[in-house]
């Protein structure tokens, strides 16, 4: 009967863990470097991790894909807004015809520097829009990526919301 009842408690508290933790008003990266604020849960859905996101929240009508990724990078190199932009645009084209930057913006956190940037390109499934959000802390770059089809994503709330609240962490601020 105890050990029945340890097991009930404890899947209870991972329950109420993972639901304070997938449902929670923020979301923090596992090194606490980044955060953002979690998508309305009545129209988002939360995935699991998997080996190339952090996080990925899909929209219950399936019209926009919101999640995060980070890459480590190599020795103290910078974010440099035009070898980013080509990037972003050549990985699209790997897939999908008429790739255009619609707009590229860059914005101080801090000592830290943020780049936003939104692209287009077609594909058989139709228009394609991706927005992101890089930040690079502590070698490493963690991306906040929007993307959707058929709908602008510079001019949808949620987008607007979730890149908006894309920021560093305290602890974050204090890494060298």
């Known amino acids: 009967m ?6 009930c408690l404890l899947i209870t508290s991972l329950s109420l863990t ?16 980044v955060s953002l604020s979690v998508p309305d849960p009545t129209r988002f859905e939360f995935s699991p991790p998997t080996p190339d996101c952090l996080v990925i929240w899909e929209a219950k009508n399936e019209s926009l894909t919101m999640f995060v990724v980070a ?3 190599p020795g103290n190199q910078t974010l440099i807004k035009a070898f980013v932009e080509f990037g972003f645009l ?3 084209k790997k897939t999908m015809k008429n790739v255009q930057l619609l707009s590229s913006t860059s914005e101080r956190q ?11 390109a077609d594909n058989e499934e139709g228009t394609h829009y991706v927005t992101q959000k ?8 963690y991306n906040a990526v929007a993307r959707s089809i058929n709908k602008d994503t510079r001019s949808h709330p949620d987008v607007t919301a979730f890149v ?9 601020m ?3």
């Open 134 to 141: 890089l930040i690079l802390v502590n070698s490493k770059v």
């Open 18 to 33: 993972l639901s304070q933790t997938i449902y929670s008003a923020e979301w923090k990266s596992p090194d606490g470097m």
């Open 90 to 92: 050549d990985e699209l």
């Open 71 to 73: 890459s480590p990078v």
């Open 164 to 172: 908006n609240s894309f920021k560093i962490t305290e602890a974050g």
């Open 174 to 176: 204090k890494t060298p």
């Open 2 to 7: 105890n050990r029945f009842l340890a097991h």
């Open 110 to 120: 801090g000592s830290f520097e943020a780049l936003l940037m939104t692209a287009q």
